[in-house]
């Protein structure tokens, strides 16, 4: 668990192959001594520049970010450093969200390097609104930009270097998970000068232009279902394909909110298929959830949720929609606390409007179609094209993105990354695989969900993900030995 083992003797036990039961537990309560909990973060606000890239305006907003810095100058480093500085690029949620999500950085890499954590909230996101509730409006959400936030970032870094006594000879290292990801990777290829690596976790990159099919994530998570349980995928499919049915009649509607325990009554069909969206949704969501342990990630999830929710669909054969219903209880109702659901509210805090919808409007575009178990629907450009005009009045430029970001050839140029992907995890099949230099790793970890070697280490972690973070941590503390042996 990268815990600490104390003593020869419980090394030498513990390097032995068969180990009595009575010997082991003794062992786990004696050998290893427990994580320390995250350090606690005080909440800042920096005055953050609102256009980087126009320079006849100079308005602000408060950009939120957490500070926690009890570990910082608890070991001795050369040039006046107080320690390392540990500097997550927030996506597309609250950042706190993602401290808590975060400890193997908390709890294992910052009290072991000395390092201060600062963890930046992305603008439109969580407290860090330019334009408070209005930050949505039109004519207001055109400053939401992948490169603002990088703009941000680097800004933020460069503040604090120059403001915070102890900071300015220190190296900053940059992580992230999923879009997050995207976002260290694309800050070490634009602002090299400010970070000297990052840990992109399960960062997907297909993008128009990829040659990444845009079923690749279906198929990858109805290939993750089908492993857990024969037949799954299949009693799933089923399901859709009644409730597609369904959806065209009042009966088949009021089956439906029955059978799904809805709050509210379906009064036509788009409603109905609203419902489907929400399945969809909650099973995708499950699938990249799909931890060794139950976790809070924006929404309370089971332990193993794509499993649990196997298991409980093979106890109903007789009625495949209640089936689907009674197994997505794992995901959307696992405290047991709804007694009904309502699909306008019951949703993990990133999926709700408006800030990712429109980043996907403009740069992150990411086409996508939906195959295997899930109701088919082609990857259909034109229809998102509207779709984005009529939301945000924006025109969608579907090869930006590539252009832009440069895809997977734009990474060749960079340096001190690492792509780690958990193959349960349906975005895998978007990010990088191979290595593609001696400095930029890939590490692939099998039975692991989305960026879960970020999560704090667990005695339920499958051995691979405690190697992933093994291997982790070694080329962290290269890149930090390196820059002190350079500088």
Same mark, same amino acid.
């Given at each position: 668990y990268q815990r600490r083992v104390r003593g020869g003797l419980c090394k030498m036990f513990l390097n032995k192959s068969v180990v009595p039961l009575s010997l082991l537990l003794v062992l786990i309560?004696?050998?290893?001594?427990?994580?320390?909990?995250?350090? %606690?973060?005080?909440?800042?606000?920096f005055e953050q520049t609102l256009d980087h890239f126009n320079f006849e305006t100079h308005k602000t907003y408060k950009q939120r970010y957490l500070w926690a810095d009890k570990y910082w100058g608890t070991k001795n480093y050369p040039n006046n450093c107080k320690g390392p500085i540990f500097f997550y690029l927030g996506n597309e949620s609250p950042v706190t969200d993602y401290y808590e999500a975060s400890g193997f950085f908390t709890q294992v890499l910052a009290p072991k390097y000395g390092a201060l954590l600062v963890f930046a909230e992305h603008r439109y996101f969580g407290e860090s609104m330019p334009f408070g509730n209005n930050s949505f409006a039109p004519g207001n959400i055109g400053y939401c930009s992948s490169d603002q936030a990088l703009a941000d970032y680097a800004v933020l870094i460069r503040n604090i270097k120059k403001t915070i006594p102890g900071a300015a000879t220190c190296p900053v290292i940059g992580f992230g998970g999923s879009y997050g990801g995207m976002l260290t990777t694309w800050f070490r290829l634009k602002y090299p000068n400010e970070i000297i690596g990052g840990l992109a976790a399960s960062a997907p990159f297909n993008f128009v232009g990829s040659g990444i099919s845009? $079923?690749?994530?279906t198929d990858a998570c109805t290939n993750t279902f089908n492993t857990a349980r024969e037949g799954c995928g299949a009693q799933?499919?089923?399901?859709?394909?009644?409730? =597609?049915?369904?959806?065209?009649?009042p009966e088949g509607r009021t089956r439906i909110?029955?059978?799904?325990?809805?709050?509210?009554?379906?009064?036509d069909e788009n409603s109905a298929y609203a419902v489907i969206d929400?399945?969809?949704s909650g099973l995708q969501g499950m699938a990249m959830l799909d931890y060794p342990y139950e976790t809070n990630y924006g929404i309370s999830v089971s332990a193993w949720p794509v499993n649990n929710t196997c298991n409980r669909m093979a106890t109903i054969t007789d009625n495949n929609v209640k089936a689907l219903a009674y197994g997505l209880g794992t995901y959307y109702n696992n405290t047991g606390s709804w007694t009904c659901y309502d699909i306008d509210k019951d949703?993990?805090?990133?999926?709700?409007?408006?800030?990712?919808?429109y980043l996907a409007c403009t740069v992150v575009y990411q086409p996508f179609e $939906? =195959?295997?178990?899930?109701?088919? $629907? %082609?990857?259909?450009?034109?229809a998102d094209i509207e779709g984005c005009k009529d939301f945000f009045g924006v025109t969608l430029e579907p090869e930006w993105p590539e252009i832009h970001w440069g895809g997977f050839e734009s990474i060749k140029e960079s340096s001190n990354i690492i792509f780690s992907n958990g193959l349960l995890d349906p975005w895998h099949t978007s990010g990088v695989l191979k290595n593609i230099s001696s400095s930029l790793i890939a590490i692939?970890? %099998?039975?692991?969900?989305?960026?879960?070697?970020?999560?704090?280490?667990?005695?339920?972690?499958?051995?691979?993900?405690?190697?992933?973070?093994?291997?982790?941590? =070694?080329?962290?503390? $290269?890149?930090?030995?390196?820059?002190?042996? =350079?500088?």
């Open positions: 309560v004696h050998c290893f001594d427990p994580l320390p909990p995250a350090p %606690p973060y005080v909440q800042k606000y845009p $079923s690749a994530f799933i499919q089923a399901a859709f394909k009644e409730m =597609t049915i369904l959806a065209n009649t909110k029955n059978d799904f325990m809805l709050c509210k009554d379906l009064p929400w399945a969809v949703i993990p805090d990133w999926g709700k409007c408006c800030g990712w919808d $939906s =195959t295997g178990m899930f109701p088919p $629907s %082609p990857w259909n450009v034109t692939v970890i %099998p039975a692991s969900a989305h960026h879960l070697d970020l999560r704090a280490p667990n005695p339920a972690d499958p051995i691979y993900v405690t190697r992933a973070r093994e291997q982790e941590d =070694t080329i962290l503390g $290269s890149w930090i030995t390196q820059f002190f042996i =350079t500088n």
